[in-house]
């Protein structure tokens, strides 16, 4: 067979940098301070510079050249450098969701052995407790800021800026192969304990390209992007990546996510466009907006993502002007792998516009049957959702590859290779909307995280009063979804949910904490005797909200 | 070093094909019929049927898994299916145009020894004095439509229609290996001798990826684009490819390129919003609209490339609502490598705007004195455009790498190894918008097609008359560029335009015939005893402005 005589570049992180220099240098970016009121503003020119600087800095504190380097982050233009810098120096940027709880936090330092870890003052006290712990690999920990010198006392402490400051603004970029890591992001995964996938630079910049279509994300030079999905969050669905690409105006709105006035002023002052958040985040915009009809923003497009955007909030924002579209991806797949961008079929809108989407190119999509044979995409028949392409997963990092394809050993005998295994349980219909009927393993998404059932469940089932436990995802008018836990007393028993919460709050972080406890006879059991979660979710699919009617 | 642990898939056209099965299956292809009035419309769900039965025919005949498969034929949605059904089988288009000179198609079929011919019926008399030169390679000719019984007596020819007509519409596509040969397409090159272009699958899609980029062609699903620029032009501009992958509704106009009217009906027919061609084709488009004021089309963007568009070609089509974009790029870049899509600089608009543009996503440029520095992007300094990119050539088919860059040896040794030379002269603003104020070797460009100089010159200098011969293009108010020779004859002889004319039009194909003859006393050179085409062009450089006046 005959090879092409084209060149071959690497497509590496270095050439979005490159390209973006090139052609957008004074193109902004904008940043909240942490006082929620005053921004930094400065140029793509001016961001690289300092990339440069910090380029610098890694390799004269002997950093290796393959060293994961941990970040504990807000969205600010310090965390987006750092996905520059890191990984254009061949190291890989590992974003730790400071939210967390400490235990595990702890637990993915460890499994990642970050050389380097960046954090927020704010995140000084959590890690305080845990350096001993890290002495065998990490080598310095850096403050993202200016030099504070009641921090000094406590650890030896560098500084970001203070760093930066002395290096020269030009680096001497290498032109990394583009299978080489890039990037580690870890995901609660299905069994409450956090996997590690790791990019390249390859499937990130493919993955940044493919954003860049008019059917995905498709940004361009007048766009102004705020990306309130937190950079811990998957890189903030690739906002540091894509948007830089695209040569978009980006603004970053720090650690107030969660507060709607500040979210609102910001998007005021810069003329935001297009932004990006967990369906908990536009619930609380529409809100927000509906009480303060005099606001006017230019806001066009609400792409939400986590779980599925319900069809009353998209009809509330769209009379608001702004359009909810609904995507969907996971860290396995570098965030979006689908997305709701366009109604082909308008007759079915209401029941379309709900969907997680249709794939962007290069992620494959097929449904198998329990049984293993492959389904019609008919919008109708449920089956496993197995996706491919050059964004998704092939194995997570220090594990074989746990969740490949049920079916992997009889696929890999097959042209197209194995395929990942979503856990989720999907239709496809025949436009290419998927939409995730099920998730096969029960996680909760609350306020965009993700609780682990089975962790809660385990937890409850500590309680030496409790026989039988089980935890439920159930629809909450705020948080998208809170768990429910429905247990069994042991015989002449009695349980309270204030009881139960005091028990639990010893195990469990805060947000993890069922929002109810309710006490039965008999928890509904399949065939084969394992809980009957469908049973569950269908007996209480409103409790919440019936809770928000009393 | 560490590498990711993503998914590998291959950039292949099959993913274009397989991605745009699943999320635009119900979008349209239009094609124009060879009498000019009637269309063929069709799904691309009904085009990748016949791509798949084609795909049947080429492994029935026999024909090899890595053959060159020549294609002589118009933008109709036949040429657009053999862009897929060729490489998806792993086998190599190879678009040939049909207005070269006969020699020159002979000389690229002899040297790509193509296996199959796919013809149009108007090229079957071309053609027919050849084929015996072409007997140890080529095993097949099919005549792009329905059996014709009166060519079947001429050669034994399969017909299109009827061989495809049989086949199943399904095929067990393979996945091909991104870095195999998808297609061939031969540049006029500037030595007057053609040299072939092999592209790969994964410079391919690339390409059409980077051309997804709003800043780039930015197609979308609700766009209509028509191709006027030839498909064996670079494969109209990569709209094969470019244009499926994003889903647009395609409208292909057939042989009709040159006639104003009829694609201004279609355009209106069809509700065309986006097209390319060459400034030849503009020109027209704009007396055409000029003189018919009652015309009203729905097309937004005319992108122009092969040569830059003027100034008040751009003004005029403005005040008619046509935004003129001008591109740049080369058989040797997979067409586009720079478009002049946004004006960034307001103010300087009138010497922005001709500019060549500013280069698409993973296109690096540099600019060389000609004693090997670099120079600055100040969009003054003028140097050789140097090259690099996924889809810039490494080297042409059967060749070392002829005209790569004269610093090749040293730049070997640089991180980002070696560059393409374009022999063109450029600047390059801070804007990253590139001009190209000469080309190094004095190609004219008239109508949308290269006439060597060096091969007009050559066969003047072939008339006994004749002592020193120069062609030089010069502006041509229809045509872009025509040649204009200048001569200098022997001693005591004189000569005509027409005596001259006779002579060499036995020589040269029509077009390449100089539009003047000018008899001089002597032509003036450079230092080095070149003939100084500089002090030519500025002297001529009005000619045909001033004869047009007469």
């Known amino acids: 067979m005959m090879n092409g005589l084209m060149m071959h570049c690497n497509l590496n992180i270095t050439s979005i940098m490159q390209h973006a220099m090139m052609v957008h240098a004074d193109q902004e970016i904008v940043s909240l301070k942490s006082d929620g009121v005053s921004t930094h503003r400065y140029t793509y ?31 600010t233009h310090q965390h987006m450098e750092l996905h520059y810098a890191i990984p254009c120096t061949g190291r890989i940027y590992h974003t730790i969701n400071p939210k967390l709880q400490p235990a595990q936090i702890k637990l993915i330092i460890l499994d990642a052995r970050d050389e380097v870890l960046l954090i927020e003052p704010e995140c000084v006290p959590l890690l305080n407790q845990f350096y001993e712990e890290f002495q065998s690999f990490l080598k310095y920990v850096i403050v993202l800021g200016d030099i504070q010198n009641e921090l000094m006392a406590e650890f030896p402490f560098q500084f970001y800026e203070a760093l930066i400051n002395i290096q020269p603004e030009c680096y001497d970029w290498q032109d990394i192969p583009e299978q080489r890591a890039s990037g580690l992001c870890y995901t609660s995964g299905t069994t409450g304990q956090p996997k590690g996938v790791l990019y390249s630079h390859r499937s990130t910049v493919l993955h940044a390209l493919i954003m860049s279509m008019n059917d995905a994300v498709g940004l361009h030079r007048s766009s102004v992007m705020m990306p309130i999905v937190p950079l811990y969050h998957i890189s903030a669905w690739d906002m540091p990546f894509n948007g830089i690409l695209c040569g978009a105006k980006l603004v970053w709105p720090n650690q107030f996510a969660g507060q709607t006035e500040k979210l609102v002023s910001l998007m005021q002052a810069e003329n935001v466009d297009i932004s990006m958040a967990v369906p908990t985040i536009w619930t609380a915009f529409k809100e927000y907006l509906s009480n303060h009809p005099q606001i006017k923003l230019n806001l066009k497009r609400a792409i939400s993502g986590g779980s599925a955007a319900p069809l009353a909030l998209i009809q509330s924002m769209h009379a608001l002007g702004i359009q909810i579209e609904n995507g969907w991806g996971m860290t396995e797949t570098s965030s979006l792998g689908a997305i709701n961008r366009t109604q082909i079929d308008q007759k079915n809108f209401e029941t379309q516009v709900i969907k997680c989407g249709r794939p962007v190119f290069g992620m494959q999509m097929q449904l198998r049957h329990h049984d293993g044979h492959l389904l019609a ?32 050993a009889q696929i890999e005998q097959q042209t197209y290779g194995q395929w990942f295994d979503t856990g989720d349980i999907a239709t496809i219909d025949t436009h290419a909307y998927m939409h995730i009927t099920d998730r096969a393993k029960d996680m909760i998404k609350s306020g965009g995280e993700w609780i682990s059932s089975v962790e809660v469940e385990n937890a409850a089932m500590g309680h030496p009063k409790i026989l039988e436990a089980a935890v439920i995802a159930v629809a909450h008018p ?3 979804e809170r768990p429910l836990l429905v247990v069994v007393a042991k015989e002449n028993q009695t349980l309270s949910h204030e009881e139960m919460l005091m028990y639990l709050s010893n195990h469990l972080h805060k947000w993890s904490l069922p929002s109810a406890t309710i006490s039965v006879k008999e928890i509904p059991h399949t065939p084969t005797g394992k809980i009957s979660k469908k049973h569950l979710r269908e007996q209480y699919h409103d409790y919440f909200q019936q809770m928000d009617a009393v």
Do not use: C, M, P
């Open 377 to 408: 995409h008919d919008g109708v028949q449920e089956g496993i959702l197995e996706i491919r392409g050059h964004t998704v997963v092939h194995q997570y990092i220090h594990t074989s590859a746990q969740q490949l394809s049920r079916q992997q």
């Open 478 to 480: 705020k948080w998208g």
């Open 45 to 75: 020119k001016a961001a690289f510079k300092r990339v440069a600087q910090f380029a610098h800095v890694l390799d004269q504190l002997g950093i290796s050249f393959d060293a994961k380097v941990g970040t504990l982050a807000w969205n």
